[in-house]
């Protein structure tokens, strides 16, 4: 099935990658990119990762991490229980393609962005994806590693390079 599936997406034009490093994914899942630059995740079934909303990405987001999420929220805040996570913003390509340059993570879709807040600073911060729904935590600066969250466990570390 998997040997049709690559032919079938060969004979299209659309140059398939498959994905070994990130957990969230089957070891078969395949990113797809078409001829308009734009990216879709096939998994083994052959059924396309739909995107998911702010909403959904948020709660992936407790759902991924959300140990450290309550324990930053009720623990880390000036005034201990004022802190929430927010929506930031989508993130575009061009800052996509930065990010993967800083922390070379193998991501190539659009991001959402994510804070932990409180009334005087922000905690942590959070990157989610659209279609692979990889969550992805950091601290409140630049120069700090990237982890990627699955079941309240990192996964994956990806350093800043200038840590290296």
Known sequence: MRNAISKKVILTGIIVITIMNLASVSVSAKWC????????????????????????????IFKEDGQHVYAVMNNNSVVSGTAKLIFDTNISMDIINKIKEQ??????????????????????????????????????????????????????????????
């Open 33 to 60: 990119k078409n001829s308009n630059d734009s990216w879709n995740y096939i998994e083994e079934n052959n059924n396309q990762n739909s995107e998911i909303t702010a909403d959904e990405a948020r709660n992936l």
């Open 103 to 164: 922390w070379e993570m193998p991501t190539s879709e659009e991001l959402y962005s994510f804070d932990i807040v409180d009334d005087y600073c922000e905690l942590e911060h959070y990157y989610v994806g659209r279609y692979s729904k990889n969550v992805y935590r950091t601290g409140n600066q630049g120069g700090l590693t990237v982890y990627l969250m699955v079941d309240n466990n990192v996964v994956k570390e990806y350093p800043w390079i200038g840590l290296k």
